[in-house]
Nanobody
Framework: QVQLVESGGGSVQAGGSLRLSCVVS????????MGWFRQPPGKGREGVAA????????YYTDSVKGRFTIARDGAKNTVYLQMNSLKPEDTAKYYC???????????????????????WGQGTQVTVSS
């Protein structure tokens, strides 16, 4: 049984930092693309960052470039999202997801945000106050 469990969300003031973690079990984690997505209140799902199975190919949506960093630890079957310089507009529920191997992390992220295919966690709430 595939499980993705996110943690690390919380409430911070603007300018603060959080690190989200997503532990994957029951899955060939190391062979597949991993991504972080978010859904702000009353809005649609957005792809935030993705990392390919090789760990070198990453992609970030424009609004988080230079502030967020995605990384994966194969030994721990975990993918992280380090979020710095947080802004109120980053407030959302954050989800991790995985599906297939990917050659292009950006295209995969867009596909996943649009279709919600593959495996998803239950999400962790991030709230940034001004």
């Amino acid at each position: 049984q595939v499980q993705l469990v996110e943690s690390g969300g919380g409430s911070v003031q603007a300018g603060g930092s959080l690190r989200l973690s997503c532990v994957v079990s029951g899955y060939a984690y190391s062979s597949f693309c991993m991504g972080w997505f978010r859904q702000p209140p009353g809005k649609g799902r957005e792809g935030v960052a993705a990392i390919a199975n090789d760990g070198d190919n990453t992609y970030y949506t424009d609004s988080v470039k230079g502030r967020f960093t995605i990384a994966r630890d194969g030994a721990k079957n975990t993918v992280y999202l380090q979020m710095n310089s947080l802004k109120p507009e980053d407030t959302a529920k954050y989800y991790c997801a995985t599906d297939t191997p990917c050659a292009a992390a950006g295209a995969w992220l867009s596909f996943m945000a649009r279709t919600a295919s593959g495996y998803w966690g239950q999400g962790t709430q991030v709230t940034v106050s001004s």
